[in-house]
């Protein structure tokens, strides 16, 4: 697998990346990779919703890659290019349970190695050094795609909010998800390129939601993060995003 390479990165994860007033960030994909068909069109921006008919899920489902309490997430491509835990930024956040192959561990204060949960189809995964936040060591997860590789639903649910944060946070467009299995929880996804989607909108896992946000040319990387439905939201480091709960 080729995941171990960008796994073995620098333990900051995207948010922490010095990229520049417009980001160097190249926004948007480059021709869609894995066969997965774009997202339909809508009006630019988020929130545009689609209807059941417009939806687009590629064939096999990525694999199982961390879980928390019942619920389990998948990755959102099916061949990254690395997958590494790290402190989430989100007010909350919650540690995620990896499950795979970890092939290192920057944080041995803040994760057991010996506690890793070794899975035949899981991803090789590797946890960062601590990024001081105050979060849990596992409570982000990081996972580098190729240009051009459409992201999808890590879960079935129903999406809650769409929003962009302040650029320079460096987050790209942020989508929050209801599990329909946990509806108490929220699930969000970000280092997204506008989603084609709104509230109120259901997705399925595998479900393909939008492009990603790419942080150089043939390179974007997406985080994903859990936390409770009413936490308040924010992130240190002074780049809060918003002080009142979440829907």
Do not use: C, K
Not at 24 to 37: H, I, L, T
Not at 57 to 63: D, E, I, L, N, Q
Not at 173 to 184: A, F, G, H, K, S
């Amino acid at each position: 697998m080729v995941l171990g390479v960008v796994s073995l990165l620098a333990g900051a994860s995207m948010l922490d990346m010095n990229v520049g007033a417009e980001g160097g960030v190249v926004a948007g994909p480059v021709p869609a990779a894995e066969g997965a068909a774009p997202p339909a069109s809508s009006p630019s921006g988020a929130g545009g919703g689609r209807s059941a008919d417009q939806r687009q899920t590629p064939a096999g489902r990525p694999p199982v890659f961390a879980r928390h309490e019942g619920v389990t997430l998948r990755l959102p491509a099916a061949q990254p290019l690395g997958l590494r835990f790290t402190q989430g930024r989100l007010v909350g956040a919650v540690p995620l349970e990896p499950l795979g192959t970890l092939t290192a561990n920057a944080n041995p204060q803040g994760f057991d190695a010996s506690q890793a949960v070794e899975t035949a189809n899981g991803p090789e995964f590797a946890v960062a050094s601590p990024a001081g936040r105050g979060r849990p060591a596992t409570s982000a997860a990081i996972v580098s795609l190729r240009g051009g590789t459409w992201v999808r639903a890590p879960l079935t649910g129903t999406v809650v909010d769409v929003r962009q944060p302040p650029t320079e946070v460096g987050m790209g467009w942020r989508l929050v998800l209801q599990p329909d299995i946990r509806p108490e929880l929220r699930v969000s996804i970000y280092g997204l390129h506008q989603p084609r989607l709104g509230p109120g909108d259901t997705v399925t896992v595998g479900e393909t939601i939008a492009a990603p946000r790419l942080i150089r040319p043939g390179l974007a990387e997406v985080g994903i993060e859990m936390r409770p439905a009413r936490a308040p939201i924010n992130v240190q480091g002074g780049d809060a995003l918003e002080s009142a709960p979440q829907p």
